[in-house]
C-alpha cells in the first residue's frame, strides 16, 4: 500500500522543547515537502528537497530544520526558537516532473503546552 | 511572484445545485493550476489539474474546473452537489521548472441537505 505517513498524529510540546515530526513516503518520490496549516491562511511552504542530501527552505523556515539522509524520509524538527509553532504540519512528495501534484500525508497537529 | 486567490472564504449551496468555488492566479509565464481537498484533520487529496490543452478538465468525484487565461482564473465546478462534497478546497499553482506550490488560503464548501 503506497502513501506518505506522519507520526505522531497529535503532540504536545512544552514551551523550550525541541521535537521532531516524522514523514516517511514508499512512493519513490524524489521531491518531498514540509507546510504548516494555520486557520484561514492556507499552507505556508516551510522547508523541500528535491533530492536525498540536499534541501531548500521555504517562506517560513526560521524555527525549523530538515534533513534528507534517505530519499523515503524527511524529518521536521521544530526548534525552541519556533515562536509560534502550534499548527497543523503537512508533509507532501512528488514525482517526476515539475507539473506533477503532490501527495499529501496525513498530518500532525502540534500543540505547545 | 506567483501567486493565487480564493476570494470566497465560504461557500454555501444546496444539495443537488450547482456548485462552483472560485480560484484567481498571478503567475509570470504559463501556469500549472490545481485544485485539492481536504477533510479535517486530513491531508489534502488532488482532485485535478490543469498543465496546458483543453481549458475545461475533468477530475476525481465529477468535479471540473475550466482554465480562463483572459480571466487567468480557475474555478472549480460541479453540476449537482452532495453533502459529501462538504470539505475545504484548495487552488494551487506552480509554472515551469519551478519546484515549489501555492496554495489559496481555502474555501469551505458546506452542502446542505
Known amino acids: 500500500d503506497g502513501g506518505i505517513t506522519q507520526s505522531p498524529k497529535y503532540l504536545f510540546r512544552k514551551e523550550g522543547q525541541n521535537v521532531t515530526l516524522s514523514c516517511e513516503q514508499n512512493l519513490n518520490h524524489d521531491a518531498m515537502y514540509w507546510y504548516r496549516q494555520d486557520p484561514g491562511q492556507g499552507l505556508r511552504l516551510i522547508y523541500y528537497s528535491q533530492i536525498v542530501n540536499d534541501f531548500q527552505k521555504g517562506d517560513i523556515a526560521e524555527g525549523y530544520s530538515v534533513s534528507r539522509e534517505k530519499k523515503e524520509s524527511f524529518p521536521l524538527t521544530v526548534t525552541s526558537a519556533q515562536k509560534n509553532p502550534t499548527a497543523f504540519y503537512l508533509c507532501?512528495?512528488?514525482?517526476?516532473?515539475?507539473?506533477?501534484?503532490?501527495?499529501f500525508g496525513p498530518g500532525t497537529r502540534l500543540t505547545v503546552l | 511572484a506567483q501567486s493565487v486567490a480564493q476570494p470566497e472564504d465560504q461557500v454555501n449551496v444546496a444539495e443537488g445545485n450547482p456548485l462552483t468555488v472560485k480560484c484567481t492566479y498571478s503567475v509570470s509565464g504559463n501556469p500549472y493550476l490545481f485544485w485539492y481537498v481536504q477533510y479535517p484533520n486530513r491531508g489534502l487529496q488532488f482532485l485535478l489539474k490543469?498543465?496546458?490543452?483543453?481549458?475545461l478538465v475533468k477530475g476525481s468525484y465529477g468535479f471540473e474546473a475550466e482554465f480562463n487565461k483572459s480571466q487567468t482564473s480557475f474555478h472549480l465546478k460541479k453540476p449537482s452537489a452532495l453533502v459529501s462534497d462538504s470539505a475545504l478546497y484548495f487552488c494551487?499553482?506552480?509554472?515551469?521548472?519551478?519546484?515549489?506550490?501555492?496554495f489559496g488560503a481555502g474555501t469551505r464548501l458546506t452542502v446542505k441537505p
Open positions: 507532501a512528495s512528488r514525482g517526476g516532473t515539475y507539473y506533477n501534484e503532490q501527495f
Open positions: 490543469y498543465i496546458t490543452g483543453d481549458n
Open positions: 494551487a499553482v506552480s509554472f515551469y521548472n519551478n519546484n515549489d506550490m501555492r
